[in-house]
T-cell receptor, first 110, second 114 residues
């Protein structure tokens, strides 16, 4: 089986840095992805990590440690528009189906 | 414009009345998938398809059917809907089945079964 854990809520102020953690248990591992979803909207792809280390894309970075079955999404210079839910996701079943975490709701305060 | 479309966007129906939610993508993607989203549970995969005529169960397939007769279309069928299928449904597509391939999601279909 597979399971992913994320904090349910995180709150931060504009301009700050926030880290959203994800721990996973899967029968096979094919990488970790992150998606963003605004209220009333559809999920959109943010990043993908297959190997250990940090991947940077603008204000967002994603980190993976395969030995710890752990990853995180780092958001820098927070803006109000970053208020959204963030989901980590892995592939399972020999890489055929996708499993998403329960999501972390990020609230950015002025 | 590259997109995934779903119809209808909102649907209220009664228990037992068969319904179909359509999904279409214009990006020539091979991989398509259906998810349901419920509060606190994230997105759970219902069915997926790696190509035409190739479909398989995800984590929560009970009560649902799918078909993939054409590459662009992947309808979700509820033969006998029940109230526990009240949920927000998303269709998604990607160029390949790998996690590195970005999944493009449709706008969602909010289904209420009374």
């Amino acid at each position: 089986g597979q399971s992913l854990e994320q904090p349910s809520e995180v709150t931060a102020v504009e301009g700050a840095i926030v880290q959203i953690n994800c721990t996973y248990q899967t029968s096979g591992f094919y990488g970790l992805s992150w998606y963003q979803q605004h209220d009333g909207g559809a999920p959109t792809f943010l990043s993908y990590n297959a190997l250990d280390g940090l991947e940077e894309t603008g204000r967002f970075s994603s980190f993976l440690s395969r030995s710890d079955s752990y990853g995180y999404l780092l958001l820098q210079e927070l803006q109000m528009k970053d208020s959204a839910s963030y989901f980590c996701a892995v592939r399972d079943n020999y890489g055929q189906n996708f499993v998403f975490g329960p999501g972390t709701r990020l609230s950015v305060l002025p | 414009e590259a997109q995934v479309t779903q119809n209808p966007r909102y649907l209220i129906t009664v228990t037992g009345k068969k319904l179909t939610v359509t999904c279409s993508q214009n990006m020539n993607h091979e991989y398509m998938s259906w998810y349901r989203q419920d509060p606190g549970l994230g997105l759970r995969q219902i069915y997926y398809s790696m190509n035409v005529e190739v479909t398989d169960k995800g984590d929560v397939p009970e009560g649902y059917k799918v078909s993939r007769k054409e590459k662009r279309n992947f309808p979700l069928i509820l033969e006998s809907p029940s109230p526990n299928q009240t949920s927000l449904y998303f269709c998604a597509s990607s160029q390949g089945q790998g996690l590195s391939y970005e999944q493009y999601f449709g706008p969602g279909t909010r289904l209420t079964v009374t």
